[in-house]
């Protein structure tokens, strides 16, 4: 006889393993100031590339201003050009990516707890179940 509510339990389980294990593998591995903290790594070095690429495509556009800036040897000029823009660009970005990947952790943890919840209801289904039926054997007996 199928246990109906054991039953349930394993589809939310195996619901689980299909759609969000391999997502929310990393909350079961790392603590929250880990995992966000080798995420704000990846997004500092995607950031900084991203924005070296945003910069060599102005710097193609403006190439008339750039060139009229270092033959003046403006440099402080064409430095504060880059820099304060990298630096706002980068503190939007990092945070937001804090934000997005706290977010995710929390959501990461509450769905992998639920998991764990099934899966120890599961175990008690059995546990119980094996103790009836040792029961039931040594009663014949």
Excluded at 25 to 44: E, N
Excluded at 45 to 72: D, F, H, P, S
């Amino acid at each position: 006889m199928v246990n109906e509510e054991r039953l349930r339990h394993l589809i939310k389980m195996a619901q689980f393993d299909t759609n969000d294990g391999k997502q929310c593998k990393p909350m079961t591995q790392y603590a929250r100031k880990d995992y966000v903290s080798m995420r704000l790594l990846g997004s500092f070095v995607t950031g900084t590339i991203c924005y070296g690429l945003l910069m060599g495509m102005w710097g193609l556009y403006a190439t008339e201003e750039l060139l009229a800036k270092l033959n003046k040897f403006d440099i402080q000029g064409l430095v504060m050009t880059a820099v304060v823009p990298y630096l706002v660009f980068m503190v939007i970005y990092l945070g937001a990516t804090w934000v997005i990947f706290n977010m995710k952790y929390t959501e990461g943890r509450r769905k992998v707890k639920k998991y764990y919840n099934n899966l120890k209801k599961v175990n008690q289904m059995y546990e119980r179940e094996e103790r009836l039926r040792t029961s039931d054997h040594k009663d014949w007996d």
